[in-house]
């Protein structure tokens, strides 16, 4: 993942509704070295966070409005990351 800077609440919709996975990094996260992850289901119309492994049997699925998503994703603006949701190459 790579770190990026983001202008407002609405550079960061238009990045989830690109199909990128976007990241908060903090240390209290266990999964994925340490990021919780964000992504847009545009089928569903809805944003989901994941905050544990994919193979944790505890896993939970947090499932979000993209406004919500983009209010919430803006307060961690300064430790924010980004990927591509469908390959493992980081964004340039």
Aim: net charge positive; glycine share 4%.
């Amino acid at each position: 993942m790579k770190q990026i800077r983001v202008k407002d609440r609405a550079q960061i919709k238009q990045l989830l509704y690109d199909d990128c996975v976007l990241g908060v990094k903090d240390d209290r996260y266990r999964a994925f070295g340490g990021f919780q992850l964000w992504w847009y289901d545009k089928r569903r119309d809805v944003c989901n966070c994941c905050e544990s492994h994919w193979t944790d049997p505890r896993k939970k699925i947090e499932h979000y409005s993209l406004d919500k998503a983009a209010k919430l994703l803006w307060r961690h603006r300064n430790s924010l990351f980004v990927r591509s949701k469908h390959t493992s190459d980081e964004l340039a």
